[in-house]
């Protein structure tokens, strides 16, 4: 039965995962953006006070020097500006401009319409017990990993 929950849990969370990069690709490709452009857009926008390369790159779990290379594009793009001196950008929060703030109101708009679809037909507590459940199996498997690795 234990082998059949680890075919279950690989299978369920590939598939939402695989369904997930292809919504993001097909919608984000609309508005000219990548995945993880997108995802930086979008902490950005929950945090109008700014958030430098360490903070997104923890919070989207990509390393650093990708999300620094995400960060000059979407600068270079005009999604995003820095207050400090040019040149001056290490440890600088990076913050949305007004265009990065019309299309982060896109994507939230996107993300609340595939969030509301994957979660069709589920009740609060249903969604809420799952969320629980998930979390505490990924906390459960980067425990391990972390006595793995000792």
Do not use: W
Request: aromatic share 6%; charged share 25%.
């Amino acid at each position: 039965i234990m082998l059949e929950r680890f075919e279950d849990l690989t299978a369920g969370v590939t598939q939402v995962y695989k369904n997930i990069q292809r919504i993001k690709k097909q919608r984000m490709n609309s508005l000219g953006l990548k995945g993880t452009q997108v995802m930086c857009i979008y902490y950005l926008s929950i945090h109008p006070e700014g958030m430098t390369a360490a903070d997104l790159s923890r919070i989207t779990v990509e390393d650093k020097a990708s999300i620094s290379r995400i960060l000059a594009e979407l600068e270079e793009e005009g999604y995003i500006t820095y207050e400090t001196e040019p040149g001056r950008k290490y440890r600088a929060p990076a913050l949305l401009t007004e265009k990065g703030r019309e299309t982060a109101v896109k994507i939230q708009q996107l993300i609340l319409q595939a969030t509301e679809a994957g979660g069709q037909g589920l009740t609060d507590e249903e969604r809420e017990i799952f969320y629980r459940a998930l979390f505490q199996i990924a906390d459960n498997l980067s425990a391990l990993l972390t006595n793995l690795s000792k």
